[in-house]
């Protein structure tokens, strides 16, 4: 789909300046004003069956987001679904105004049945983003879409001649729930993932798009899966990264490429010269991610790229697929940012075992996240000093605290044979260094797998490899409560997620709990205040507690090591 600015509703020009990509005054500025009525939907994208999704107006998928830089975006969400719902602006640091994050449980309580509330976007940052819901696995039944924020002073403006989006997405038919329910259940002990029926390119089956001969393009792709990684490629065609997750990086050649759910990615693509044969656009699904295939399930999804749409002269397929030899890693960010020294480290096993209540879970550190009754922010915010202390955001709750302005390391070490693509809400992190086989993990004193400190490539969201490790810097500059988790939905569903408690002292200082939100809290039976379970000081009965893997099993479970021997 190609871009066309501003079909929403925009406001008077307001002056405002600016500080994150841009410290120069900005007077043409605007407030663009979306009117969201979140609804179910029937439709049938795959052309096999035909479901119940989740719309915006009667309408399904999403309009496209659009602003540039130095806009306000605002959208008044009003849920009329049987369930809550939540808005999170997936990228943005949201510095200063945490309560518009849309974290369920985590900055807010969501949006009961029949009400609604505003989520107020502060344009600071450029580049390619979406938004989607943030409750449970909600967005999997189709309330996501793009959101590009425009740079007037993009670096690459004068190399390319149009812009297009395209999305991948896996698509189920059952809904969210249902799903959810199964997989974290005593009927899936081994917590197998539910497969998608379909994959879907741009929300269709075997799109169609357009080069003019000579031009070229900025393609914006978006991985807005809930579980599966996409590598993508296209016939004939060669290509130059120029940005991933909204951060610039130097040009980078490359032939195919992988995104992970919820990574995005522009590339700059010369178009040929002559019009005699068109080409195919490739998207193929990781099949190492799957447990089971279908004979049904088309693993390979194209699009079609035509020159000229009058014949089918199509070149023949390069598609490579899973062979790919792309890494990330060799990326390097455009801005000449070098990593310093971390000011405080912390370390991160991520595991997927049978816990203390009977079911296979996703964790960190032995301890999955579940939700409290009192969002972590606001458990930040009402607590005083004691929101400096862990223990007040509950024994589920999974809080890190760091202080302000720290240089923060995260060593993720992965004992799981799969690979998680892992979010940080709030921050852009450098990577640092990543594992180069299985079985190599980071001790946070040997060096091992591949280390890079010159202008390391900005991501917020990274795939930490099965068996393996990634070590990610950041600076602690964002006072709020942000989550770290796996986005694989139903990973993070099952308790694959922690919480950074990011300066409490400055938080307090600058934010209160919004009285809405407090009240929609008050309507759920949740809370807006006090500790975990709502309560002052440490009495935290009632909050989820006793759920954990004991420390005298092993991070990898023994059938695991069997399973790899026999391979």
């Known amino acids: 789909m190609k871009l066309s600015l501003f079909t929403s509703n925009v406001l008077e020009p307001t002056q405002q300046l600016l500080f994150g990509s841009s410290d120069v005054a900005n007077t043409t500025s605007k ?19 035909e479901r119940k999704v989740i719309g915006v107006n009667g309408q399904w998928p999403l309009p496209i987001v659009e602003a540039k830089l130095g806009d306000t975006v605002i959208i008044h969400a009003h849920n009329t679904l049987d369930w809550p719902t939540s808005l999170h602006a997936h990228g943005l640091y949201q510095n200063g105004s945490a309560q518009q994050d849309g974290a369920y449980a985590v900055t807010e309580c969501g949006i009961p049945p029949g009400a609604s509330r505003t989520y107020e976007y502060k344009i600071e940052q450029v580049g390619t983003y979406w938004i989607h819901s943030h409750v449970q696995a909600q967005y999997l039944d189709g309330l996501r879409t793009p959101f590009i924020i425009h740079d007037p002073e993009d670096p690459y403006r004068n190399n390319y001649d149009e812009e297009i989006v395209i999305t991948l997405s896996d698509w189920y038919h059952k809904d969210s729930r249902t799903n959810a329910k199964w997989f974290l259940s005593k009927e899936n002990p081994d917590a197998d993932e539910p497969v998608p029926q379909s994959g879907l390119i741009s929300d269709q089956l075997n799109p169609s798009y357009k080069f003019e001969p000579g031009k070229t393009y900025r393609l914006r792709i978006i991985n807005i899966s809930g579980f599966i990684t996409y590598y993508f490629s296209i016939d004939g065609h060669e290509f130059d990264i120029i940005e991933v997750d909204g951060a610039y990086t130097e040009p980078y050649r490359a032939k195919n490429v992988y995104l992970t759910a919820a990574q995005r990615m522009s590339v700059l693509i010369k178009a040929k010269d002559t019009t005699d044969v068109n080409y195919l656009i490739h998207a193929d699904m990781d099949a190492n991610q799957l447990d089971d295939i279908p004979d049904d399930l088309q693993l390979n999804l194209t699009a079609l790229l035509y020159y000229d749409a009058s014949h089918d002269n199509f070149a023949p397929s390069e598609d490579i697929g899973l062979k790919s030899a792309f890494d990330d890693f060799n990326l390097r960010s455009l801005a000449n940012v070098h990593a310093v020294e971390p000011d405080a480290t912390l370390n991160l096993t991520v595991e997927q075992q049978v816990v203390t209540d009977g079911l296979n879970r996703g964790m960190i550190n032995r301890i999955p996240f579940i939700s409290s009754p009192t969002p972590t922010l606001f458990t930040e915010l009402t607590t005083g000093i004691l929101a400096n202390n862990s223990k007040v955001y509950g024994p589920q709750g999974n809080a890190y605290i760091t202080k302000h302005l720290d240089m923060i390391e995260l060593v993720v070490n992965n004992y799981d044979e799969d690979g998680h693509p892992f979010h940080m809400h709030g921050h852009k992190f450098q990577v640092v260094a990543r594992s180069t086989e299985e079985y190599q993990w980071y001790d946070g004193v040997n060096r091992v797998g591949k280390w890079n400190l010159e202008k390391p490539v900005y991501r917020d969201t990274i795939r930490v490899q099965g068996y393996g490790f990634a070590v990610l810097r950041y600076r602690s500059d964002n006072p709020g409560a942000w989550l770290f ?40 039976g949740m809370f807006s205040s006090g500790n975990a379970a709502g309560k002052k000081g440490l009495d935290l009965s009632g909050a989820p507690s006793g759920i954990y893997l004991p420390e005298d099993k092993p991070l990898i479970p023994p059938d695991d090591d069997e399973d790899d021997d026999e391979e």
């Open 31 to 49: 407030h663009i004003v979306h009117d969201w009525n979140i609804s179910y939907v029937n439709v049938n994208p795959d052309g096999k069956f």
């Open 485 to 524: 988790h796996c986005h694989i939905d139903w990973h993070f569903f099952s308790g694959m997620g922690v919480v950074l408690i990011e300066a409490p002292d400055q938080a307090q200082k600058r934010m209160s709990v919004d009285p809405l939100l407090a009240e929609q809290c008050r309507q759920q």
